[in-house]
């Protein structure tokens, strides 16, 4: 469907409109979608938080928002019409009789309700029902729930529950903001409409994947909520899992939302079980230390404000997956996820298995491999490594590894790249569920990542210390050492 200005029109219900979230990301989505003349005429934005505020003093807030945020001079004539979308609603979100109040500012009948939940999601049960109660729910009404969704697999039902008493799963969009980054839609593209990858993309061609996802931030004064997440609840448990599953996924059918979340679930269900009589072999959880990040003095985990000292939460993560399926037999995956790491880098690097035969012996020794590299951020792109002849005469054929690079600024450059907000918040206006997380997927996710935060608990070995600034624990370099691999870096 292409997107253009004459969209339905929706209400936009920004619930927890004052919150960082709302105010770093969404809000300058908003902007963006509204410069790109994405957002139908008669749309509104209603946001929604406890505090008394009128229309012009929340029209005032988000102008400083997105003075604040907004990587480009504010466009005014963009503003202007952006303004005009603006309604601010108070209300206590457990009070079910103040959702009345948004009754009487939204319009079913000419608008779509579409309400955002940037909130905990131990409030989205309330919000769903306060929603039902002042007719929101019914027709066709969604709801965007943010992560995470629960806490473990038991938790994560309970609120599933409890959205699904309001909302049938049609009407649910669960955000991975990872599944609206340009590059990692472009696996979609590069996988199956490629036929170079596509026909060797499985263990007769691919040796080994690795998946990273490093952070030079630390825990930016959220100890006390990142304390009881944890790296493998905060970025394994969502992130890293989806972009795994569309690496190993099967062709879909269709290019349809169903069609690509079943072959996503398949790859959930075919995870191989890492518990107590594996967990050691499999996986490294790590502690920043204090260090230096980026040429400056970080604090260690235990040193930032608001610190528990007898602390084991991880800051670091890595573990070595198996596919138990046709397509993936014999194939690790590695996944590495940090903060406090030497540099700010997401990426996925498939290594292809070496020449059987080497007749470049006598001046290569050993081909190395090739490489397809994705990179999701920074810098998005893609890039291959293979080997070349070095230019000049002579009898002895000279090899060097060269790269085939396809930057995504270099090769786009009239093309401004989206951030992930505005694509997902297009397509939850728009109705399209391709890009969102269905309830099965949360729930094997969590299920399988359950056994190893038990088996963590269980074996109750502290984690593993590494200097800020580093790439983790130097029992990570060994997981893959044991396979005769190193990471990329």
């Not at 499999?282 to 400056?296: D, E, H, I, M």
């Not at 729930?443 to 109750?460: P, Q, Y």
Request: proline residues 4%.
């Amino acid at each position: 469907m292409a997107a253009t200005a004459q969209n339905s029109a929706c209400d936009l219900i920004l619930f927890g409109t004052k919150g960082d979230l709302a105010r770093r990301k969404l809000l300058p989505a908003m902007y963006q979608l509204e410069k790109a003349n994405l957002f139908c005429v008669d749309s509104r934005i209603i946001g929604v938080a406890r505090d008394e505020l009128s229309t012009e003093e929340y029209t005032e807030l988000v102008l400083t928002n997105l003075n604040k945020f907004l990587k480009e001079p504010l466009d005014n004539e963009v503003w202007q019409r952006l303004q005009k979308k603006l309604t601010y609603v108070q209300l206590d979100l457990t009070n079910e009789q103040d959702y009345q109040k948004l009754a009487d500012v939204t319009n079913c009948n000419k608008r779509v309700p579409v309400s955002y939940f940037a909130t905990p999601p131990s409030l989205f049960g309330a919000i769903c029902k306060g929603l039902a109660s002042a007719g929101l729910a019914t027709g066709s009404a969604r709801v965007v729930l943010e992560k995470p969704i629960g806490h473990d697999l038991a938790s994560s039902k309970i609120i599933n529950d409890q959205v699904a008493e309001f909302y049938d799963e049609s009407q649910i969009y669960r955000i991975d903001h990872y599944l609206g980054k340009e590059t990692v839609l472009n696996l979609l593209a590069l996988r199956f409409a490629n036929a170079i990858f596509a026909s060797n993309w499985d263990h007769n061609s691919i040796d080994h994947v690795q998946i990273t996802v490093a952070e030079e931030v630390g825990v930016e004064g959220r100890w006390s909520y990142y304390d009881d997440a944890g790296q493998m609840r905060d970025m394994v448990q969502n992130h890293l899992l989806q972009v795994l599953t569309l690496i190993a996924m099967e062709p879909p059918a269709r290019l349809d939302a169903d069609s690509i979340r079943d072959e996503k679930l398949k790859v959930l269900k075919a995870l191989r079980k890492i518990d107590l009589s594996n967990i050691q072999e499999k996986t490294v959880r790590g502690q920043y230390a204090s260090g230096f990040v980026a040429g400056k003095a970080a604090p260690g985990y235990l040193e930032e404000d608001g610190a528990r000292l007898n602390s084991r939460t991880e800051t670091f993560v890595a573990i070595k997956v198996d596919i138990d399926n046709w397509r993936w037999a014999g194939v690790p995956f590695y996944l590495r996820t940090g903060k406090r790491m030497a540099s700010k880098l997401s990426e996925v690097v498939i290594s292809f298995k070496p020449q059987p035969h080497n007749i470049f012996h006598a001046t290569y020794s050993h081909l190395p491999a090739n490489k397809l590299i994705i990179r999701l951020q920074p810098d998005e792109g893609v890039e291959i490594q293979v080997l070349n002849k070095i230019p000049g005469l002579g009898e002895t054929m000279r090899l060097q590894e060269s790269k085939l690079d396809l930057s995504f600024d270099e090769t786009f450059k009239s093309q401004r790249i989206a951030d992930a907000y505005e694509r997902l918040l297009l397509e939850a206006m728009l109705g399209n569920q391709y890009l969102f997380v269905r309830r099965d997927e949360v729930e094997h996710a969590w299920r399988w990542i359950d056994g190893i935060l038990d088996a963590w608990k269980i074996n109750n070995e502290p984690p593993k210390s590494y200097q800020a600034g580093s790439w983790g624990p130097v029992a990570a370099i060994s997981l893959l050492a044991r396979d005769d691999r190193n990471w990329e870096e």
